[in-house]
């Protein structure tokens, strides 16, 4: 199955500086890479996703890159602000047919220092 | 408010108990989830419904039994609780499956004593 890593575990930055959250996966067949938010004492929420026919998105502060023969995508986010402390998780999925799933990786705390 | 919502939001018990947790989301998707966060934040799939029916069942103990009555429902059922139950479960749905945005309910802590 499917093995998503995330580094690094905790990432402190300070106020208008950049962050970036790497990850890499194992099944070459995942085609679909979510960025996912988690604030303290909530569900996580979707921040930025990036599919397999695409190398870069970017909204607004936030960016996301994809190297499939690498087999790795990041997150980075720009001129961060106190707001941004979080828990950050990427996922990757094979599609949506039945008995493909979403694995996470193991998540990077965030925390930005005013 | 168009949401995932779960109940209870805590729920603190002892071992051998049976408990229920509750989602339900009103945003017309056809695929919920329920997860399992641990102590160090990792999320897993348990269990995945498409239209009622069971698609994804992960290598989960069988004293865990979901119900989906309905699209916009999907119940978690524990029998027997052990202390290793002890987690933050969420629920989430999404239009599509697992490769669309999935939305998360708020959780619910569960503490097995």
């Known amino acids: 199955g499917e093995n998503v890593e995330q580094h690094p575990s905790t990432l402190s930055v300070q106020e208008g500086d950049s962050a970036v959250i790497k990850c890499t996966y194992s099944?070459?067949?995942?085609?679909?890479f979510p960025w996912y938010k988690q604030e303290l004492g909530k569900g996580p929420q979707l921040i930025i996703d990036i599919r397999s026919n695409v190398g870069e998105k970017k909204d607004q502060r936030i960016a996301v890159t994809l190297n499939k023969t690498a087999k790795h995508f990041s997150l980075h986010i720009t001129e961060t602000q106190p707001e941004d402390s979080a828990v950050y998780f990427c996922?990757?999925?094979?599609?949506?047919?039945?008995?493909?799933?979403?694995?996470f990786g193991g998540g990077t705390r965030v925390l930005v220092k005013p | 408010d168009t949401a995932v919502s779960q109940t209870p939001k805590y729920l603190v018990t002892q071992m051998g108990n049976d408990k229920s947790i509750k989602c339900e989301q009103n945003?017309?998707?056809?695929?919920m989830y329920w997860y399992k966060q641990d102590s160090k934040k990792f999320l897993k799939i348990m269990f995945s419904?498409?239209?009622?029916?069971?698609?994804i069942n992960e290598t989960v103990p069988n004293r865990f039994s979901p119900k989906s009555p309905d699209k916009a429902h999907l119940n978690l059922h524990i029998n027997s609780l052990e202390l290793g139950d002890s987690a933050v479960y969420f629920c989430?749905?999404?239009?599509?499956?697992?490769?669309?945005?999935?939305?998360f309910g708020p959780g619910t802590r569960l503490t097995v004593t």
């Open positions: 989430a749905s999404s239009l599509g499956g697992p490769s669309y945005e999935q939305y």
């Open positions: 945003l017309g998707h056809d695929t």
């Open positions: 996922a990757a999925s094979r599609g949506s047919g039945g008995g493909n799933k979403l694995t």
């Open positions: 099944d070459s067949a995942s085609n679909y």
């Open positions: 419904y498409n239209n009622k029916e069971l698609i």
